[in-house]
């Protein structure tokens, strides 16, 4: 069991970091294709199913009523939303809230969830890569996040205190 879970992680790891450099490199094998991000990210939940029925973690999804069309790479958009699971996972108190909405000429994705808030002194350098914070797996997580959400020409924020923390990143439609 702890060699499978290593291995999980070690394999997270490396496709982490093949990610980060086809972002980096801007690689010709990322697919852009017009779709619904509400798809997406019910799809990506999913993926969590088991270890939030462990965990008995209750998920809210505030999505729109119709269709919030992109053009993305899904792959790039699924480990977006998987990294801030995964740490939305390791943290909460057993709610963790997503939401995908569009407002104006922007998109809003939010990753909410109940827990201690990031410290002041964590708060300035999560994003920096293999950063590792309180109970931090590999440290480039969140650095995947920011590379994706810029990739698109987004910006990220991220709200945190005493109930809980909030990642919410804006696109441009």
Do not use: W
Not at 32 to 39: C, I, M, P, V
Not at 61 to 80: K, L, N
Not at 108 to 122: A, C, F, L, Q, R
């Amino acid at each position: 069991m702890v060699i499978k879970k290593e291995t999980d992680k070690l394999g997270e790891l490396v496709e982490d970091i093949i990610i980060f450099s086809r972002l980096e490199a801007r690689s010709k094998d990322i697919v852009y294709t017009k779709g619904d991000l509400r798809e997406t990210f019910s799809y990506t939940m999913e993926r969590f199913a088991t270890v939030l029925n462990e965990k008995n973690i209750k998920v809210e999804h505030d999505f729109s009523d119709t269709p919030v069309y992109f053009e993305y790479d899904e792959r790039s958009m699924e480990r977006a939303l998987q990294n801030l699971v995964s740490n939305a996972v390791r943290y909460t108190r057993g709610e963790i809230k997503i939401t995908c909405t569009e407002l104006e000429e922007r998109i809003v994705i939010k990753v909410s969830y109940n827990g201690p808030g990031i410290s002041s002194e964590d708060l300035t350098k999560v994003f920096d890569r293999f950063y590792k914070g309180k109970d931090g797996v590999h440290g480039i997580g969140l650095s995947i996040v920011k590379s994706i959400i810029f990739s698109y020409k987004g910006r990220i924020e991220i709200s945190t205190g005493n109930e809980g923390t909030t990642f919410t990143f804006f696109l441009p439609k």
